[in-house]
């Protein structure tokens, strides 16, 4: 966490490409949904969840929520 808080966001984006894409596979969702333009959004979004206790459970497909 502490490493992609510090990265510019130019040199977190491949990190944050690839968590989401995982994210994005995993939920149902396409990974063309989303541009570098979210990036920033996304990285936040991201330490908020690391910071509350990270990934766990199962995870739910979008079109399920």
């Not at 920033?40 to 990934?55: D, H, K, P, S, T």
């Amino acid at each position: 966490l502490h490493l992609i808080h510090t990265l510019s966001i130019h040199d977190a984006l491949p990190i944050l490409f690839a968590i989401t894409n995982a994210e994005c596979v995993a939920g149902g969702v396409t990974t063309t949904s989303y541009d570098g333009d979210d990036m920033a959004m996304q990285r936040r979004r991201i330490a908020a969840v690391l910071l509350n206790g990270g990934f766990g459970g199962d995870l739910e497909a979008a079109e399920d929520m």
